[in-house]
Every structure is written in C-alpha cells, then in structure tokens.
C-alpha cells in the first residue's frame, strides 16, 4: 500500500502562485511514478501533470503547460506542483496518484484531495 497525502491548496487571486507537496508513506516512493489530477464542480476528473519515477521524465495537459511545473524530491517522498499564473479556470480539487508505470492506464493510489481556488 501507498499512502498519499495532498497538501498546499488555498486560495488566491488570478496571476498567483500555490505549490501543492504529494506526500508518499508506505512501500518505496521511488518505485512509483506520481500523476496530479483536478476536478472542477460539475466537471470530471481530468490529467493535469505526471512525472516518471526518477523524475527525469514530466508530462503536462496542454492547459498547464508553461504555467505548472511538476517536480519530486525522493529522498523526502514527496512530488510538488508549482503552479503559476494561476487563473480562475484552474479552480478545482487537486489529487495526486501513484502507479508503477509512467501515464498508465489506471492510477494505483490517490490521495484524499486538496482545494485550490482562484479569484478573479
């Protein structure tokens, strides 16, 4: 078992930054690669950032890219997200996932999510 615990989200004005922290506990961190989803009210869930397991490999939602940066330090078992010029349209609950292959199909864990919200 993986546990993931999100944390970081808050609420700022448009053009803001917020860094959220994935942090792992359980089986070895290293051996997973670490995705961060959102959900908007009324939206399904969708892809945001992915970052393989020695963090030489990131992916990005075209959305993000430019303005988020996914990065993981796994000597602390955590991944971050650094997100910049933030815009309303990102408001949503972020979730961090773990899973034994980079971009896989099916994500292995999640954690319980953490609210970001951006003014305009």
């Known amino acids: 078992q993986v546990q993931l615990v999100e944390s970081g989200g808050g609420s700022v004005q448009a053009g803001g930054s917020l860094r959220l922290s994935c942090a792992a506990s359980g089986r070895t961190f290293s051996n997973y690669a670490i995705a961060w989803f959102r959900q908007a009210p009324g939206k399904e869930r969708e892809f945001v950032a992915a970052i393989n397991r020695g963090g030489l490999s990131t992916y990005y939602t075209d959305s993000v890219k430019g303005r988020f940066t996914i990065s993981r330090d796994n000597a602390k078992n955590t991944v971050y997200l650094q997100m910049n010029s933030l815009k309303p349209e990102d408001t949503a609950v972020y979730y961090c996932?773990?899973?034994?292959?980079?971009?896989?199909?099916?994500?292995?864990?999640w954690g319980q999510g953490t609210q970001v919200t951006v003014s305009s």
């Open positions: 996932a773990a899973a034994r292959e980079f971009r896989p199909r099916q994500y292995d864990y």
